[in-house]
Nanobody
Framework: QVQLVESGGGLVQAGGSLRLSCAAS????????LGWFRQAPGKEREFVAA????????YYADSVKGRFTISRDNAKNTVYLQMNSLKPEDTAVYYC?????????????????WGQGTQVTVSS
């Protein structure tokens, strides 16, 4: 079992940057594919980025490609989301998710574990 706790959200102006962190508990962290998802008010939760258990494979939603970078440090049981060139439409609650079955979880049905979320607000 894995427990996930996100941090690093906040308020930032358009064009700014934030780095989200997701700390995981559990001895098998390195065996999990990990992803970031987000949910804006009134919208469905959507995929943002995913990373394989080894960290050598990543995948991004088109809306964030070239601006966001996902990475992980298995020694620290932590996955990161570096967000640059933020836009008001990036405003959402960001969730970290883990999958014991899929190497790169890119949809909700692929995930087993979720964090509580962290709010990101981008002002124009």
């Amino acid at each position: 079992q894995v427990q996930l706790v996100e941090s690093g959200g906040g308020l930032v102006q358009a064009g700014g940057s934030l780095r989200l962190s997701c700390a995981a508990s559990g001895r098998t962290f390195s065996r999990y594919g990990l992803g970031w998802f987000r949910q804006a008010p009134g919208k469905e939760r959507e995929f943002v980025a995913a990373i394989s258990w080894s960290g050598d494979s990543t995948y991004y939603a088109d809306s964030v490609k070239g601006r966001f970078t996902i990475s992980r440090d298995n020694a620290k049981n932590t996955v990161y989301l570096q967000m640059n060139s933020l836009k008001p439409e990036d405003t959402a609650v960001y969730y970290c998710a883990g999958s014991s079955k899929y190497n790169r979880p890119t949809s909700l049905r692929m995930t087993d574990y979720w964090g509580q979320g962290t709010q990101v607000t981008v002002s124009s």
